[in-house]
């Protein structure tokens, strides 16, 4: 790892990239899991990051859900298996999708505490309809 970091360095000062930590900049994953209370057909994994500029959703490239219009990620107080149409969008917002399907991440909003939800949540506000939602701890 060593050798490969400064290849990553010396690769940044060549190419003139200024700043050499932006070259080695790391991510932490904080949470991961998968969806377990799912209402219209979602499947794949997700995942917390802290990375320099903040703290992201992640979504997996083995991410899929039923193509809807104004698919939302939102994170919740309540249990995945307590999440349901009526109460999908109480949390904070994160965010609408980029698509339906594959790797995507979103950057939550400046302050938010991960600690004080329970999981993270997907809603067609459109229709008021429940997606999934899966537990973050």
């Known amino acids: 790892m060593t050798i490969l970091k400064s290849f990553a360095v010396m690769l940044g000062l060549i190419v003139g990239v200024a700043g050499a930590e932006s070259v080695s900049a790391q991510s932490a994953t904080v949470a991961t899991g998968g969806f377990t209370n799912v209402d219209m057909r979602t499947s794949g994994t997700w995942s917390f990051e802290t990375r320099a500029d903040g703290v992201y959703a992640v979504l997996a490239s083995d991410f899929k859900a039923r193509k809807a219009p104004d698919l939302k990620i939102f994170l919740s107080k309540?249990?995945?298996?307590?999440?349901?149409?009526?109460?999908?969008?109480?949390?904070?917002?994160?965010?609408?999708?980029?698509?339906?399907?594959?790797?995507?991440?979103?950057?939550?909003?400046?302050?938010?505490?991960?600690?004080?939800?329970?999981?993270?949540?997907?809603?067609?506000?459109?229709?008021?309809?429940?997606?999934?939602?899966?537990?973050?701890?």
Not at 100 to 128: E, M, N, W
Request: with cysteine; charged share 20%; aromatic share 10%.
């Open 78 to 137: 309540l249990p995945a298996s307590d999440v349901d149409g009526d109460n999908a969008t109480d949390g904070v917002f994160v965010a609408e999708l980029k698509s339906h399907k594959g790797a995507q991440a979103y950057k939550l909003p400046a302050g938010t505490d991960l600690a004080t939800f329970q999981s993270i949540v997907i809603h067609c506000q459109r229709y008021s309809k429940f997606w999934a939602a899966g537990d973050i701890r």
